[in-house]
Nanobody, 127 residues
């Protein structure tokens, strides 16, 4: 089991920045990738960013490329999502997720790659 706890989101003005964190605990030795997803009102959950632990390669959804950055602190078992140049359309509940060894692997962009999810944190961008 892996437990994920996200930091509190908040309200930020358009053009502003916000950093989210996600602390993992439990069987973290089995985690090989972490991802961030978001779900806006009336929308499906969408991939935001992901990072592989073996080489720190990172991936981003098209809507956030160049604005968001994912990173991790191995010593703290924490993954971060730095969000810059925020737009109103970034308003959503943000979730972190952990991919663990499970006998198969899916794309880092896919919901199905991840076995554990955080509780979600609300980010609201005011225009």
């Amino acid at each position: 089991q892996v437990q994920l706890v996200e930091s509190r989101g908040g309200v930020v003005q358009a053009g502003g920045s916000l950093r989210l964190s996600c602390a993992a605990s439990g069987h973290t030795f089995s985690v090989y990738a972490m991802g961030w997803f978001r779900q806006g009102p009336g929308k499906e959950r969408e991939f935001v960013a992901g990072i592989y632990y073996n080489n720190d390669s990172s991936y981003y959804g098209d809507s956030v490329k160049g604005r968001f950055s994912i990173s991790r602190d191995n010593a703290k078992n924490t993954v971060y999502l730095q969000m810059n140049s925020l737009k109103a359309e970034d308003t959503a509940v943000y979730y972190c997720a952990a991919a663990v060894e499970k006998g198969y692997s899916a794309s880092i962009y896919s919901l199905h790659e991840y076995s554990y999810w955080g509780q979600g944190t609300q980010v609201t961008v005011s225009s």
